[in-house]
């Protein structure tokens, strides 16, 4: 498991949490893999507690699961579990990219402007890693936009499941249309047209439909 660094004031359960999110989306703890809670909390200097509180809450969105007396499991992908995902982002972003049409400023489309440099960057050198962190970091920001910061949040826990097809899509499919999404998606906030970004929205969280058989193909053993 690769370890994230500690944020200031973060609490052991958040850490805990963060690190193992993280490495579900990464496939460093790959579907189908057993994870033990104090192999967890000795990795990451905590206490069984802030592990297990951590892990119960990524139970109650069904990707860990808990066996009393034996090994969690992170379990295999469930592309129902993965269109529910999906589609409850759709409902959120397509609203919040119309919100952002009217909202934006220049400083905030310059923050974006400058988010998709960097994936371009890390698309031309491709690093997989970075390229996931900027593009949650560019949905982030619509967010914050919008003034909508605390829904993003509180979106993570469940958007995992398509988090984790999304990785795959990057790493196995090397879809270059994700990032032209984005700048497609940051033109229309420019032009203060809701339609048109609504409509490359909904675009660009289908795209690992189109994906899916490459995906499985190259993953098979990962999926239900």
Same mark, same amino acid.
């Given at each position: 498991?690769?370890?994230?660094?500690?944020?200031?004031?973060?609490?052991? $359960?958040?850490?805990?949490?963060?690190?193992?999110?993280?490495?579900?989306?990464?496939?460093?703890?790959?579907?189908?893999? =057993?994870?033990?809670?104090?192999?967890?909390?000795?990795? !990451?200097?905590?206490?069984?507690?802030p592990?297990r509180?951590?892990? /119960?809450?990524?139970?109650?969105?069904?990707?860990?699961?808990?066996? @009393? +007396?034996?090994?969690?499991?992170? @379990?295999?992908?469930?592309?129902?579990?993965?269109?529910?995902?999906?589609?409850?982002?759709?409902?959120?972003?397509?609203?919040?990219?119309?919100?952002?049409? =009217? !909202?934006a400023?220049?400083?905030?489309?310059?923050?974006?402007?400058?988010?998709?440099?960097l994936?371009?960057?890390?698309?031309?050198?491709?690093?997989?890693?970075?390229?996931?962190?900027?593009?949650? +970091?560019?949905?982030?920001?619509?967010?914050? /936009?919008?003034?909508?910061?605390q829904?993003?949040?509180?979106? +993570?826990?469940?958007?995992?499941?398509?988090?984790?097809?999304?990785?795959?899509a990057l790493?196995?499919?090397?879809?270059?249309?994700?990032? =032209?999404?984005?700048?497609?998606?940051? +033109?229309?906030?420019?032009?203060?047209?809701?339609?048109?970004? $609504?409509?490359?929205?909904?675009?660009?969280?289908s795209?690992?439909?189109?994906?899916?058989?490459?995906?499985?193909?190259?993953? @098979? =053993?990962?999926?239900?």
């Amino acid at each position: 498991m690769k370890l994230l660094e500690r944020l200031p004031r973060e609490t052991g $359960r958040d850490y805990a949490l963060r690190n193992i999110k993280e490495n579900i989306v990464n496939l460093e703890l790959a579907p189908g893999s =057993q994870i033990s809670e104090n192999e967890l909390a000795a990795e !990451m200097g905590l206490s069984r507690t802030p592990v297990r509180e951590a892990l /119960i809450e990524l139970s109650r969105v069904k990707i860990i699961e808990i066996h @009393p +007396q034996k090994k969690s499991t992170v @379990p295999l992908i469930d592309y129902e579990l993965v269109e529910e995902s999906r589609f409850m982002r759709n409902l959120l972003e397509c609203a919040v990219v119309e919100l952002d049409c =009217q !909202m934006a400023q220049p400083v905030d489309l310059e923050r974006l402007s400058a988010n998709v440099r960097l994936q371009n960057f890390y698309l031309d050198n491709y690093y997989t890693n970075e390229l996931m962190t900027l593009d949650n +970091q560019f949905h982030g920001i619509l967010f914050e /936009i919008a003034k909508k910061s605390q829904i993003f949040a509180l979106m +993570q826990n469940i958007a995992i499941h398509f988090d984790r097809v999304r990785s795959m899509a990057l790493s196995t499919v090397k879809n270059t249309k994700i990032v =032209q999404d984005h700048e497609d998606i940051l +033109q229309a906030i420019g032009r203060k047209d809701p339609k048109a970004a $609504r409509e490359l929205m909904e675009i660009h969280l289908s795209r690992y439909k189109i994906d899916a058989a490459d995906i499985r193909a190259a993953y @098979p =053993q990962y999926f239900k």
